[in-house]
Structures are given as structure tokens and as C-alpha cells.
T-cell receptor
Framework: GENVEQHPSTLSVQEGDSAVIKCTYS??????FPWYKQELGKRPQLIID???NVGEKKDQRIAVTLNKTAKHFSLHITETQPEDSAVYFC????????????WGAGTKLIIKP | ETGVTQSPTHLIKTRGQQVTLRCSSQ?????VSWYQQALGQGPQFIFQ???????GRGNFPPRFSGLQFPNYSSELNVNALELDDSALYLC???????????FGPGTRLLVL
């Protein structure tokens, strides 16, 4: 079955700097890769997603890149702000019929003022 | 915020009891997926319902069961509760099977 690994587990960056979180997946059939942000005690919120027919997608300060050959995808956040502090999860779709999401273990992003 | 709601928000049960958690999907969404999130971990897929039928199941025992109603709301039932069932239970609805999943606020279950 699908397995998703996420690194690093904790990332501390200075406010205004960039943050990069990386994920690898094992199932070459996966074709949908969302990123969720989860603040303490809150629901996961979708921040960006990418499908396998696209290599990169941007939304203001957030971008995701996908390398299907290497089976890895990354989240890039530029000009980080204090409100970016949260746990970020990557996920990959698994299963053609039911499209369950297999999640990484999460990255705790800390923005230092 | 998404239009996905869950009830109750918190629940305390004792080992061996049974529990039912509820999820109302966003308007127009016909697919509901359930996830279990233990503290400090990523969500684990339990199962998915599409148009009232189970459409895939993760690695959870049969004492985890579900239901989806004609209005596409859904229930998660857990029998014979164990201490390890303590977790945040999240439901997510989507427009269709392969569409983006939007999460509800979750139900935090504590089993004593």
C-alpha cells in the first residue's frame, strides 16, 4: 500500500524567511497530493493541492512542486509570517476507486519573530 | 471555515462501551471519508462512503462501522471501545470521490 514520509518533523525559521517541507510517496499510481495546515485543536485546512498532470502550482506565498519520477513533492512558503506557525501535513491519494488519503506524520513549523 | 459539521465535539466513554459520531457533509457533497487522528500523528483513513455505500476501508477492525444517509450525512460507530480508540475523529466531505476533501472540526473521544 501507499506510504508517505514527511521531513522535517520540526522546522524553525525566522519571520520573513522561506520554509520548505518535503514528502516522498511509494505508490506510483498516486495522482493527487494535497497539503493541509492544522492549528492546535483545529481541523485540517487545505492550503494547496496538486494533481499528477502538473509539476508546480502557486498561490500567493505558497507553492507546491511535484516530481513524479522521483516520487516526491514539496511545499514552499515564502515571506513567512507568525500566523504560518502550525503543523503541516502532506498526503497522497491511494486507490483508484476510493481515493483515500495517506498522510505524512506532519511538520511543526515555528516562525521566530 | 468549511460547511462540514460534526457532533458531538467531545465525548468521554469507558472501555467496552459503544459510541456513535455524526457528520453533516457540505451542501452538494456526496462523499464522506472518516479519519482517526491520534495525538501528534497524521490522520489515518478509516473508510469512505459514496452515495450511501461503503467505498473503501483502511486498516481498522470490523468494530468500526459506518453509515451514510440519503442526505449524505454520515455516522461512525465504534463498538467495544478500547483505550487506544482515544483520538480526534475527523470526517471530510467532497463533491465526488476524487475531489478535494474538506474537513469538519472533529470529535475528540476519550476512552477511560
Amino acid at each position: 500500500g501507499e506510504n508517505v514520509e514527511q521531513h522535517p518533523s520540526t522546522l524553525s525559521v525566522q519571520e520573513g524567511d522561506s520554509a520548505v517541507i518535503k514528502c516522498t510517496y511509494s505508490d506510483s499510481a498516486s495522482n493527487y497530493f494535497p497539503w493541509y495546515k492544522q492549528e492546535l485543536g483545529k481541523r485540517p485546512q487545505l492550503i494547496i493541492d496538486i494533481r499528477s498532470n502538473v509539476g508546480e502550482k502557486k498561490d500567493q506565498r505558497i507553492a507546491v512542486t511535484l516530481n513524479k519520477t522521483a516520487k516526491h513533492f514539496s511545499l514552499h512558503i515564502t515571506e513567512t509570517q507568525p500566523e504560518d506557525s502550525a503543523v503541516y501535513f502532506c498526503a497522497a491519494s491511494s486507490g483508484d476507486s476510493n481515493y483515500q488519503l495517506i498522510w505524512g506524520a506532519g511538520t511543526k513549523l515555528i516562525i521566530k519573530p | 471555515e468549511t460547511g462540514v459539521t460534526q457532533s458531538p465535539t467531545h465525548l468521554i466513554k469507558t472501555r467496552g462501551q459503544q459510541v456513535t459520531l455524526r457528520c453533516s457533509s457540505q451542501s452538494g457533497h456526496n462523499t464522506v471519508s472518516w479519519y482517526q487522528q491520534a495525538l501528534g500523528q497524521g490522520p489515518q483513513f478509516i473508510f469512505q462512503y459514496y452515495r450511501e455505500e461503503e467505498n473503501g476501508r483502511g486498516n481498522f477492525p470490523p468494530r468500526f462501522s459506518g453509515l451514510q444517509f440519503p442526505n449524505y450525512s454520515s455516522e461512525l460507530n465504534v463498538n467495544a471501545l478500547e483505550l487506544d480508540d482515544s483520538a480526534l475523529y475527523l470526517c471530510a466531505s467532497s463533491l465526488a470521490i476524487k475531489e478535494t476533501q474538506y474537513f469538519g472540526p472533529g470529535t475528540r473521544l476519550l476512552v477511560l
